[in-house]
Structure formats: C-alpha cells, structure tokens
C-alpha cells in the first residue's frame, strides 16, 4: 500500500512504524515493539486494544483521541465505553483484524450532539501476544476535517452521539502487502 493515501501524518508515521517491525520469523509483530519512547512522536493518537476471552479491552487510548471522541476509554472493556451499533462495528472490524491477520484503514465521521462532525481516519494493526498469537491491535485515530467542528474540543463542550461509518472507501491490507 502507498502510505501517501493515507491522509493524517499519523497514520503515515504509524503505518511506517508497523512495516519496520514486519519480520520473516513471524506473521505478526510483537506488542513489545509497542514502546512508548518509539511511540512518542504519536502517543496522543495511539491506542491499543486487548483481545481477552471477557472482550476487547482499551489498555491505552490516547489523550488526542479522547479530546476527539469526548470521553476516555483506557481501561475500560469496549463493551462499557460504546453504544451497541458502535460496538457491533467496531467489534467486527478488531475481531477481523486479528482473525485474518490484516491492517484495516477507515475514514469515519464522529457526530457531536450539536449536529457538528468531523472526519477521522482510523487504523488499525494487529499485534501478537509472547507466544505469537495475534491478540492485540494497535493504531491511530487522528482527525483530518474540521470543517464543520466548531469549539475547542469534544472533551469541553460536546459528546459523540454516534459514529458515521466509512466515509472513504474502507482499505484493507494483507500484511504481506504492507
């Protein structure tokens, strides 16, 4: 995939990041690699997701995601932090992630409760537990449109009242293409 088709620089930086850790022993890279002082330069974007037999669990959720989401989720199943057809959507494309194994890139739109939205660009990566089993998926949730957001910030003054998905045709890439 040309990583210039994707719109956010964080995207780009991360996408970059997960081919470096690509290597001919496994399918999947290590959450190991997953380390903050490598993360810096998109920490705030980054999260990271955990696939336990209780569900999947937000072990991070970046500050700048949750400036855009309006709440924090780290710490917390995915079950708790999202409405049902969110968590149906959401939950299918995590499970297919890991299942497959595959990156899966998606322009989305948050709606806020005053009829203002902007556009996101998610991507999502998967990542293998100590024995290589792909349990974790990682990525970013960035914001590329603010076109017809006002305010300063979800956090402060709005609250997502739903998510409008695939805004941009939805990639999906075998990691043997990455």
């Given amino acids: 995939m040309d990583i210039s088709n994707l719109r956010s620089d964080e995207a780009q930086w991360f996408l970059k990041f997960y081919r470096s850790q690509l290597s001919a022993g496994s399918a999947v890279p290590s959450k190991e690699a997953l380390m903050p002082e490598v993360l810096m330069p998109v920490l705030s974007t980054i999260f990271i997701v955990e696939a336990p037999p209780q569900g999947f669990f937000f072990r991070l959720f970046g500050t700048k995601i949750a400036d855009i989401i309006g709440r924090e989720h780290s710490k917390r199943f995915m079950h708790e932090v999202l409405e049902e057809s969110d968590f149906n959507h959401v939950n299918t494309m995590l499970t297919r992630c890991l299942a497959e194994p595959i990156v899966i890139a998606t322009t989305e739109r948050v709606v806020y409760s ?65």
Avoid: M, N
């Fill in 114 to 178: 005053k009829q203002e939205w902007s556009q996101i660009e998610v991507i999502r990566c998967p990542f293998a537990d100590a024995e290589g089993v792909p349990r974790y998926v990682a990525g970013t949730l960035s914001r590329v449109s603010t076109e017809h957001c006002t305010g300063i910030s979800a956090t402060t003054d709005r609250q997502t009242t739903w998510f409008e998905r695939d805004d941009a045709p939805r990639v999906v890439i075998p990691l043997g293409a990455i």
